[in-house]
């Protein structure tokens, strides 16, 4: 199976002076995308966001509610909730010795706020926030808090009417509980949830059983405990740090980072390794690696959960191999055992200076996007830019849902595309591609080539 780009990469800022960095991308239930990242160009950093559509084309311009805030913004993250709105969390820098945890839902629509809400705020710093969506019991967000001396990780849950759960207040709670967990520093957390909402898991990265390795929890929608903390990593030597998590099955999840391990790694500094796992903590098979490329430094992944059960790494990568002139982004494809389904990609076009700081997630219709933090505009004068890539794991087979659903072929491949059972528009672009309407009002456009339209059942 073939790992292809779909279309153009494409440069997502029109903002231009100044370091524009730090994105993160998410799907929306229309097909479509949108990508918030910081724009370090005015006195005071600010998050912006831009909404795509399902082709990658812009809908309306950039946005931002900087002039809602007070001091520098940072590291965001973006969820649409189960009403359609945005979570847009950023950690804000208004006191002048602390940092909070700020967020707000948005219009998709307008852009305009629609609830503030300041889900994290102690007398110490908050940082490295993650939220998630649990569809219709609410949202989760999750984040490293230094009011102790070295650092724990909390969660916060809203409900779909944006009232704290969990049982709460803002403060949130830890999530952290073992004694040695306790006793050293907690950070970098992720968060990621099953498909219904049910349950999610939290990993984080641990420094203080042993060098450094992961660790994690699972709860159900309400906070309440499924598994109690355990390790994710199976070999402890060296430092493993920086993990992301993604859902893949009812009672499965897939965690990545990178490891420092010389002996179970790539023998070229740090790797990108992975290992599923049930939900009860136990491992399904045995902890790999997700790099082929394996010179000098793979770091930072990120990891999001495919349509058909599998999942995709990517991460930064500074093999230099192939047609890198410095860091770039790869991406690997896995089916839900595990297993690398196709080659190992270079994710971005432009390739001059670095491409570092990847952000993913899986589109509606089985397609991926992944942005990042391009450095080839920082030599004009212009500062980074975040730029972002479709890619196209399907290999040509593409079905729809039960729900509404745009569907999009591919140019250089003969789809296979199948409609559900909602009011769908299938467009098979280039390549002579076969059609199959369903029971709905579909709408076939099969493009250009020796094309086969079956209208459906109704």
Same mark, same amino acid.
């Given at each position: 199976?073939?790992?292809?780009?779909?279309?153009?990469?494409?440069?997502?800022?029109?903002?231009?002076?100044? @370091?524009?960095? &730090? %994105? #993160?991308?998410? *799907?929306?239930?229309? /097909?479509?995308?949108?990508? =918030?990242?910081?724009? $370090?160009?005015?006195?005071?950093?600010?998050?912006?966001?831009?909404?795509?559509?399902?082709?990658?084309?812009?809908?309306?311009?950039?946005?931002?509610?900087?002039?809602?805030?007070?001091?520098?913004?940072?590291?965001?993250?973006?969820?649409?909730?189960?009403?359609?709105?945005?979570?847009?969390?950023?950690?804000?820098?208004?006191?002048?010795?602390?940092?909070?945890?700020?967020?707000?839902?948005?219009?998709?629509?307008?852009?305009?706020?629609?609830?503030?809400?300041?889900?994290?705020?102690?007398? @110490?710093?908050? &940082? %490295? #926030?993650?939220? *998630?969506?649990?569809? /219709?019991?609410?949202?989760? =967000?999750?984040?490293? $808090?230094?009011?102790?001396?070295?650092?724990?990780?909390?969660?916060?849950?809203?409900?779909?009417?944006?009232?704290?759960?969990?049982?709460?207040?803002?403060?949130?709670?830890?999530?952290?509980?073992?004694?040695?967990?306790?006793?050293?520093?907690?950070?970098?957390?992720?968060?990621?949830?099953?498909?219904?909402?049910?349950?999610?898991?939290?990993?984080?990265?641990?420094?203080?059983?042993?060098?450094?390795?992961?660790?994690?929890?699972?709860?159900?929608?309400?906070?309440?405990?499924?598994?109690?903390?355990?390790?994710?990593?199976?070999?402890?030597?060296?430092?493993?740090?920086?993990?992301?998590? =993604?859902?893949?099955?009812?009672?499965?999840?897939?965690?990545?980072?990178?490891?420092?391990?010389?002996?179970?790694?790539?023998?070229?500094?740090?790797?990108?390794?992975?290992?599923?796992?049930?939900?009860?903590?136990?491992?399904?098979?045995?902890?790999?690696?997700?790099?082929?490329?394996?010179?000098?430094?793979?770091?930072?992944?990120?990891?999001?959960?495919?349509?058909?059960?599998?999942?995709?790494?990517?991460?930064?990568?500074?093999?230099?191999?192939?047609?890198?002139?410095?860091?770039?982004?790869?991406?690997?494809?896995?089916?839900?055992?595990?297993?690398?389904?196709?080659?190992?990609?270079?994710?971005?076009?432009?390739?001059?200076?670095?491409?570092?700081?990847?952000?993913?997630?899986?589109?509606?219709?089985?397609?991926?996007?992944?942005?990042?933090?391009?450095?080839?505009?920082?030599?004009?004068?212009?500062?980074?830019?975040?730029?972002?890539?479709?890619?196209?794991?399907?290999?040509?087979?593409?079905?729809?849902?039960?729900?509404?659903?745009?569907?999009?072929?591919?140019?250089?491949?003969?789809?296979?595309?199948?409609?559900?059972?909602?009011?769908?528009?299938?467009?098979?672009?280039?390549?002579?591609?076969?059609?199959?309407?369903?029971?709905?009002?579909?709408?076939?456009?099969?493009?250009?080539?020796?094309?086969?339209?079956?209208?459906?059942?109704?």
């Amino acid at each position: 199976m073939t790992t292809l780009k779909w279309r153009n990469e494409i440069l997502v800022n029109t903002t231009q002076p100044g @370091n524009q960095d &730090q %994105s #993160a991308v998410a *799907a929306l239930a229309d /097909g479509g995308f949108v990508i =918030a990242w910081r724009d $370090d160009g005015l006195a005071d950093s600010i998050i912006r966001w831009q909404r795509f559509n399902a082709f990658g084309a812009r809908i309306d311009g950039e946005r931002d509610d900087g002039a809602s805030f007070g001091g520098d913004q940072s590291a965001p993250a973006v969820v649409q909730l189960f009403d359609g709105s945005l979570w847009i969390t950023q950690q804000d820098f208004d006191a002048p010795a602390n940092s909070d945890i700020e967020g707000s839902t948005y219009s998709l629509a307008t852009g305009g706020r629609i609830l503030f809400r300041q889900p994290i705020v102690t007398a @110490n710093n908050e &940082q %490295s #926030a993650r939220v *998630a969506t649990l569809g /219709g019991q609410g949202s989760v =967000a999750v984040w490293t $808090d230094l009011t102790s001396t070295t650092g724990d990780i909390f969660m916060h849950g809203v409900t779909a009417a944006g009232v704290n759960s969990f049982g709460t207040v803002a403060a949130g709670v830890i999530v952290n509980t073992n004694a040695g967990s306790l006793a050293a520093a907690q950070f970098a957390p992720d968060v990621a949830a099953s498909n219904d909402g049910q349950r999610f898991v939290v990993v984080w990265q641990d420094d203080g059983l042993t060098s450094g390795d992961i660790r994690a929890r699972v709860f159900d929608f309400s906070g309440g405990q499924i598994t109690a903390e355990f390790g994710v990593n199976v070999f402890t030597s060296s430092s493993q740090q920086a993990p992301a998590v =993604a859902w893949i099955s009812p009672t499965k999840f897939v965690t990545a980072w990178h490891s420092f391990d010389p002996t179970s790694g790539d023998g070229s500094s740090t790797a990108i390794k992975y290992v599923i796992r049930n939900m009860d903590g136990t491992a399904q098979g045995a902890e790999r690696l997700a790099n082929s490329s394996t010179h000098d430094t793979q770091i930072n992944p990120v990891i999001c959960a495919l349509n058909d059960g599998g999942f995709a790494i990517a991460w930064a990568d500074n093999s230099l191999n192939g047609p890198d002139s410095d860091q770039a982004i790869r991406l690997q494809v896995f089916d839900g055992a595990g297993e690398k389904r196709g080659a190992e990609i270079v994710v971005n076009t432009t390739t001059n200076s670095s491409q570092i700081e990847p952000s993913l997630t899986t589109l509606a219709d089985g397609r991926i996007v992944v942005s990042w933090t391009d450095f080839s505009t920082f030599a004009s004068g212009n500062g980074t830019s975040i730029r972002s890539q479709i890619i196209d794991p399907r290999d040509g087979i593409i079905d729809g849902t039960s729900f509404v659903d745009l569907l999009y072929g591919h140019d250089l491949v003969n789809d296979q595309i199948s409609c559900g059972d909602g009011d769908d528009t299938a467009f098979g672009l280039n390549g002579s591609d076969q059609l199959f309407g369903a029971f709905g009002s579909d709408v076939l456009d099969g493009g250009k080539g020796d094309d086969y339209l079956f209208g459906g059942n109704d």
